[in-house]
């Protein structure tokens, strides 16, 4: 009896975005600003509700469930929590198969050999077949996870906040696994994270999401070195500082709270938290600006 009109979150707004092949795109952000959505909408595990998604020239949004079908196992994910994502009732070898069976992958004879194969391919020794998913340890599981993503011989694969739940020791030996294997097997990665320290040892390009937007885009050693985006420079600046003669410099602070994705800001969406806001800023929406290579949605980037 209450109810009022009904409210629209825009999770993601007006993205435009190229990803190339072989390389690491990573998109950071805070928690909540449309990173996993925009991941899975470019699986179309999630529908866009307007764009185009293309892959190798082709509009994934226009296809059909069975060409869409044909060209999923091209397109893969890794998912964030590797405890959640394994189906507990089924053994390891079941997990790795399901893809290849859901795909034709060949005999029964075949799919276990590329289960072996898979296992060996993750660092794992084929006795792992037999085991459940508890069994193993959350680096093991995660591996488990690569090895599914990768059954298919996939090119382009999602990787959602795929290290964020491992100990650190742990991350590392992972990171250097999916960089052996981008080598070994010519993948592209798109690689969710809000761990800024990762980003600078593993991407290629960076794009930094705010509220659903994408408000710069570089490489990884142009966005660290040169932030063009308050916003970036804000994140960057946040990062703990090894060396102890800089912790008491006084650094940049946000202001303010996070808008509401239900009820967002005129003009530009970081204003209400921007150190360097101006009129302008509170009344128009810059849009994303191609400036030397990079993109920046800003009306005064640093640079200036």
Request: with cysteine; aromatic share 6%; net charge positive.
């Given at each position: 009896?209450?109810?009022?009109?009904?409210?629209?979150?825009?999770?993601?707004?007006?993205?435009?975005?190229?990803?190339?092949?072989?390389?690491?795109?990573?998109?950071?952000?805070?928690?909540?600003?449309?990173?996993?959505?925009?991941?899975?909408?470019m699986?179309?595990?999630?529908?866009?509700?307007?764009?185009?998604?293309?892959?190798?020239?082709?509009?994934?949004?226009?296809?059909?469930?069975?060409?869409?079908?044909?060209?999923?196992?091209?397109?893969?994910?890794?998912?964030?929590?590797?405890?959640?994502?394994?189906?507990?009732?089924?053994?390891?070898?079941?997990?790795?198969?399901?893809?290849?069976?859901?795909?034709?992958?060949?005999?029964?004879?075949?799919?276990?050999?590329?289960?072996?194969?898979?296992?060996?391919?993750?660092?794992?020794?084929?006795?792992?077949?037999?085991?459940?998913?508890?069994?193993?340890?959350?680096?093991?599981?995660?591996?488990?996870?690569?090895?599914?993503?990768?059954?298919?011989?996939p090119?382009?694969v999602?990787?959602?906040?795929?290290?964020?739940?491992?100990?650190?020791?742990?991350?590392?030996?992972?990171?250097?696994?999916?960089s052996?294997?981008?080598?070994?097997?010519?993948l592209t990665?798109?690689?969710?994270?809000?761990?800024?320290?990762?980003?600078?040892?593993?991407?290629?390009?960076?794009?930094?999401?705010?509220?659903?937007?994408?408000?710069?885009?570089?490489?990884?050693?142009?966005?660290?070195?040169?932030?063009?985006?308050?916003?970036?420079m804000?994140?960057?600046?946040?990062?703990?500082?090894?060396?102890?003669r800089?912790?008491?410099?006084?650094?940049?602070?946000?202001?303010?709270?996070?808008?509401?994705?239900?009820?967002?800001?005129?003009?530009?969406?970081?204003?209400?938290?921007?150190?360097?806001?101006?009129?302008?800023?509170?009344?128009?929406?810059?849009?994303?600006?191609?400036?030397?290579?990079?993109?920046?949605?800003?009306?005064?980037?640093?640079?200036?």
């Amino acid at each position: 009896m209450f109810a009022g009109p009904p409210r629209v979150v825009r999770a993601i707004d007006g993205v435009t975005l190229d990803i190339r092949a072989r390389e690491t795109f990573a998109l950071v952000g805070e928690s909540g600003c449309g990173k996993t959505t925009l991941g899975r909408v470019m699986l179309r595990l999630q529908e866009p509700t307007s764009g185009t998604i293309r892959y190798r020239g082709t509009d994934l949004t226009g296809l059909g469930e069975g060409p869409m079908r044909a060209l999923r196992k091209n397109l893969q994910i890794v998912f964030q929590d590797p405890f959640a994502s394994l189906n507990p009732r089924m053994r390891i070898g079941e997990i790795l198969a399901e893809p290849l069976r859901s795909h034709g992958y060949g005999t029964p004879a075949e799919i276990r050999d590329r289960c072996t194969e898979l296992l060996e391919m993750v660092g794992l020794r084929r006795q792992y077949l037999r085991n459940y998913p508890h069994q193993l340890s959350g680096g093991q599981r995660q591996r488990i996870g690569i090895a599914r993503a990768l059954a298919n011989k996939p090119d382009f694969v999602v990787c959602d906040e795929s290290v964020s739940a491992l100990d650190v020791s742990i991350q590392a030996q992972v990171l250097n696994l999916l960089s052996d294997l981008q080598d070994q097997l010519k993948l592209t990665y798109f690689f969710i994270t809000h761990d800024l320290a990762v980003v600078r040892q593993f991407a290629d390009r960076v794009g930094v999401m705010f509220l659903g937007r994408l408000v710069e885009v570089g490489t990884t050693e142009e966005l660290f070195a040169r932030p063009l985006h308050p916003y970036t420079m804000l994140l960057m600046s946040a990062v703990p500082r090894p060396d102890p003669r800089k912790r008491g410099e006084d650094r940049p602070m946000m202001r303010g709270e996070i808008p509401s994705p239900m009820n967002l800001p005129k003009g530009c969406r970081f204003h209400t938290r921007c150190p360097f806001a101006r009129d302008i800023c509170r009344v128009e929406d810059p849009g994303l600006q191609t400036l030397g290579g990079r993109a920046v949605a800003c009306h005064f980037p640093l640079e200036d």
